[in-house]
């Protein structure tokens, strides 16, 4: 099992991410503590990074394409969704900072995808 497949509970990171606003403070646009919540609540209880990643992505996707069920952060420019796509690596470094192994490949897998 190579480093982007390697599953761990997914508990604490859930925590992290629902109460972001405690691991990244002074952010200016709660758009993106909005995006930890629903990255938190979209998350089975274990993943990998690349199912991470992947659930992150297709997160993205749905607000994109402009998907109501997703309450608060949907119905933005497209833009605003790309942009929050450039803050998963920093989400991922504050919420997986108890795993660095597993952030790093998150944040890896992150700039493979950034140059394809």
Not at 18 to 37: A, K, Q, W
Not at 100 to 107: D, G, N, R, Y
């Amino acid at each position: 099992m190579g480093q982007f497949e390697r599953v761990i509970s997914m508990y604490e990171a859930k925590q992290r991410l629902f109460h972001l606003r405690e691991y990244l403070p002074g952010e200016g646009d709660r758009l993106v503590y909005d995006f930890g919540y629903y990255i938190a609540y979209h998350l089975g209880s274990d993943t990998s990074p690349r199912g991470f990643v992947e659930s992150c992505y297709k997160i993205l996707e749905r607000l994109a394409a402009g998907d109501p069920d997703e309450g608060r952060i949907f119905g933005y420019r497209k833009e605003t969704y790309v942009r929050l796509r450039a803050d998963i690596p920093r989400i991922a470094g504050e919420v997986f900072e108890n795993e660095p192994q597993f952030a790093e490949s998150v944040i890896k897998l992150l700039g493979n995808r950034a140059t394809h």
